[in-house]
């Protein structure tokens, strides 16, 4: 029986407690589980560094959203898988998040390239011991919600949007004015009605306004 080392990172004590209980409970497969918790990027990554003095971790367990201490700007859980995936190459990451938009999921499977991603609504014993063995074995494990939105992505990958369409289309679902906008992007304020405007041309909206455009990127999967 081999034991796996893990670091659940999570800014609610009592999900990262649920995991522990959970995996630690019993043998999952041929495997025994010690957990260690964290609740803040600092944190996560002060264990992460301490464990690459003897152990390194098996799997980190990450959620997106972390408390904050004093960063500026403010640390993620995206930003702590960044890390761990450069200091700690060997460890299989797997981001426990309650976020299931196209966008985000997308946006981590750029920056990080998990072993895995679970949605929270979808997380449960069974989901839970069945994401250990597959990490390990034969990654990646993704629930359902994370699955539909990468084949959403691929089925329009070929629409001809590029990165920066993309952020708007998600700061424009999150109700970002388009005149604030010059804030988050690298264009002017004609730049950017330019960008929506072609947009709508390609999903075939070109007279309607930026709720539709919403509702339609929406349902062609890109937020």
């Not at 450069?86 to 390239?113: A, G, W």
Request: glycine fraction near 4%.
């Amino acid at each position: 029986m081999s034991t796996l080392r893990i670091l659940a990172v999570d800014d609610h004590e009592m999900t990262t407690m649920g995991y522990k209980y959970i995996l630690e409970d019993e043998p999952v497969g041929e495997y025994d589980i010690h957990m260690d918790t964290a609740k803040d990027y600092e944190s996560g990554k002060e264990k992460l560094e301490r464990s690459l003095q003897s152990f390194p971790y098996d799997i980190i367990l990450l959620d997106i959203q972390l408390a904050q201490r004093s960063e500026v700007p403010p640390k993620t859980g995206e930003d702590l898988g960044i890390y761990a995936r450069e200091v700690s190459p060997n460890s299989k990451i797997v981001f426990m998040s309650s976020y299931s938009d196209n966008y985000r999921i997308n946006s981590i499977l750029q920056t990080v390239d998990p072993e895995g991603y679970m949605v929270k609504t979808e997380i449960d014993q069974h989901t839970l011991r069945e994401m250990i063995p597959t990490v390990m074995d034969n990654p990646p494990y993704y629930t359902h919600k994370a699955l539909a939105a990468i084949r959403r992505k691929m089925a329009n990958d070929d629409i001809g949007l590029d990165t920066t369409d993309k952020k708007i289309l998600h700061l424009l679902s999150i109700g970002t004015k388009t005149k604030d906008m010059v804030d988050h992007l690298p264009l002017s304020l004609p730049g950017i009605e330019n960008r929506k405007r072609q947009i709508k041309s390609l999903f075939g909206i070109e007279k309607q306004n930026d709720q539709a455009l919403i509702n339609e990127a929406r349902h062609r999967g890109f937020i």
